[in-house]
């Protein structure tokens, strides 16, 4: 398998990385992708992958992150010199979040949709896929993307860690994006403010279009729920689109390696 999003440049595997990586290899994890959310992640998520073979890294800021970036001075400017490592395989995690968090509430919409556009500025600069994160905001995203159709490529990226509405999979669909499952697709009922199970988007997706990841140390599946992820659980991940679809785990792990080829093409 390959999780395609994670964040082993996080502080919770700041004292065991090096042993996490290698459970995930002996479990069979081909090829891990770190995520960045802010530029100090984001670097961090490129010495990692400049130290393991099979680690990659795509680097960006997350939406939630949005409201101390200017501060950084020419942040798009630093991400851009990261790219020129061929180990960045992507821009991410960009996107609209209008989940209120304890820290810093909701950052306003209007800088997250302006970090937002120019990160996908970015990817068009750079050729890079996208990696599109979304919390209760499926609307929106959709209405920068659009309006953003002339810079998105004919593979543009993936939505990663899925959730909204069928109307909002069906626009992620139509505009080519490649849609990503996590451990919380083993959660029973439905997450606070979502109204489309999950499981029923999982069924929707076509397998030629769905990418397994783990958003570790975050939505550990079941039955490990409540611990911390890790990128061996994306094996998890693998089996519960398998029950779900009615097909076996091994045709799910094949399509979803080649999916994950096909959006991040500097993955080798
Ligand atoms: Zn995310
Ligand atoms: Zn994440």
Known sequence: MIDAHCHLNFHAFNKDVDEVIKRSQAAGVERIINTGTKLDSSAHALQLAEQYDNLY??????????????????????????????????????????????????????????????????????????????????????????????????????FHCFAGSMQVLKEALNLGFFIGFDGNLTYPGMAPGETTALSDIAKYVPLERIICETDSPYLTAVPHRGQRNEPQYVILVGQQIARLKQISYEKVKQQTIKNTYTVFKRLK
């Open 57 to 158: 890294a795509i680097v960006g800021v997350h939406p939630h992150h949005a409201d101390k970036i200017e501060e950084e001075g020419d942040w798009v400017g630093q991400l851009k010199i990261m790219t020129n490592n061929p180990k960045v395989v992507g821009i991410g995690e960009i996107g609209m979040d209008y989940f209120s968090y304890h820290s810093n509430g909701i950052v306003d919409p209007k800088l997250q949709k302006s970090v937002f556009e120019q990160q996908i500025m970015l990817a068009y600069n750079t050729g890079l896929p996208l990696q599109i994160h979304n919390r209760q905001a499926g609307e929106d995203v959709i209405e920068v993307l659009k309006a953003h159709r002339n810079y998105l490529q004919a593979i543009p990226g993936m």
